[in-house]
């Protein structure tokens, strides 16, 4: 199925026009990829409901954030982990990393889910994600964040000879743009198939002069979470894409190369990875979970309340010390750190460096490790 044609321009080079989309037959899928959309969309399903009854959920969920967003701007390069990044935005960093670059992808996700309850998924709404995710971001300095390029790009390569692939040049941009708006609205398909197109047609007109991957990998799990499979934006596929990176690439490639459904069969076994990935992952949460509240229980009356809260908020900020105790929990300098004593006694918190002397740093590393596989 072709999407569109090599045309050569006036400057020499050869560049991708997108023909209109969706072009007749696009949407005809065949039966194998029905079937794989609808076995998708039940784990998604299942994902969903799982997410919804575990405890704590919303504090859960943030590092499912933190992981997809370091694998997202892995792929872009960034060489910082998910213990860099929650260092970092626990304040606690002492190495030089790249982690703004994962922070401001968390932006981007937290700005975005929440701007869909008030704003439509639009063309706009893609250039608010865009600038949310660039502004000040340190790898970002050219990339005109919330603009749409007014110049020619390229994906691979050096220059536009050599380039893997050359996108539509601006004014043919603008009608491809045009088109995948409407597409957006449409209504009819399999949300997990629309979400494929969606993304595999983006990174085609590639509309900024950077952050176009990581900006296409956003709008898979906001798209997802505003057509409401999801009822929290619990679905992120950046760990497949890291992990499966040049196949991505060559998928991505095979998309506007006649072979859409070469692309869809490859996102679809994605979905289904990373949502039976994602179910495990919520199962070895609960057990953990459960695990470390009985030994809280266990504490004296006061102390196990006060640690209930504690490990709640570890949830979401796996990296504690006496100071985020006071901060953030409003506990007394003595009382946060008898808390954190007890929690490393009973082994659920572990200190970061067992040299240092004065504010001590200490990190809740068996849930950590849960996604770190
Ligand atoms: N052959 C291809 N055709 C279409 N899109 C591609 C192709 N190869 C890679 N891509 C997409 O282009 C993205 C890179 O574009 P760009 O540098 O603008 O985005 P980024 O967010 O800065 O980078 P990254 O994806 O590396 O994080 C890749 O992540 C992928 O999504
Ligand atoms: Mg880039």
């Known amino acids: 199925m072709a999407i569109g044609t090599l045309v050569k321009q006036p400057d020499g080079y050869t560049a991708f026009i997108p023909d209109e989309f969706p072009s007749t037959g696009l949407l005809d899928f065949p039966p194998a990829i029905i079937a794989k959309a609808a076995q998708a969309e039940r784990l998604i399903g299942k994902l969903d409901g799982i997410t919804h009854v575990l405890p704590d959920a919303d504090f859960f969920l943030s590092m499912y954030v933190v992981k997809d967003a370091t694998s997202s701007a892995q792929i872009e390069g960034t060489k910082a982990t998910i213990m860099d990044a929650l260092e970092m935005s626990a304040g606690v960093s002492v190495k030089e990393t790249d982690a703004d670059d994962i922070l401001y992808y968390i932006k981007a996700l937290n700005y975005g889910s929440k701007r869909l309850s008030s704003f439509p998924f639009s063309l706009r709404f893609v250039r608010e994600l865009h600038k949310e995710l660039m502004t000040g971001a340190r790898s970002s300095h050219f990339a005109d964040p919330g603009e749409f390029r007014k110049t020619q790009n390229w994906i691979g390569g050096t220059n536009l000879q050599n380039a893997t692939f050359v996108p539509p040049p601006a004014a043919d941009m603008h009608n491809a743009l045009a088109d995948f708006e409407k597409f957006i609205h449409i209504n009819t398909l399999m949300p997990v198939i629309q979400a494929g197109i969606l993304h595999a047609q983006f990174e085609t007109i590639h509309p900024f002069l950077d952050g176009n991957g990581r900006t296409g990998r956003l709008l898979i799990t906001l798209f ?141 590393r068996s849930y950590i490790e849960i996604f770190n596989d």
Request: aromatic share 12%; glycine share 6%.
């Open 224 to 364: 997802l979470f505003e057509r409401a499979i999801l009822e929290k934006p619990v679905l992120f596929l950046s760990s497949f894409f890291k992990k499966n990176q040049q196949l991505y690439y060559d998928k991505l490639n095979a998309y506007h190369n006649n072979k859409t459904n070469d692309w869809l069969h490859f996102f679809l076994d994605g979905v289904i990875e990373t949502a039976n990935q994602s179910i495990e992952t919520s199962k070895k949460i609960t057990a953990l979970r459960e695990s470390d509240m009985r030994k809280i229980q266990a504490l004296g009356k006061r102390e196990a309340t006060s640690g209930v809260l504690f490990l709640q908020h570890l949830f979401k900020n796996p990296i504690a010390s006496t100071a985020m105790a006071v901060n953030s929990m409003g506990f007394t300098r003595p009382g946060g750190q008898k808390l954190i004593d007890r929690f490393v006694e009973m082994g659920i918190l572990k200190p970061l460096d067992e040299t240092a002397k004065y504010g001590k740093t200490y990190v809740y």
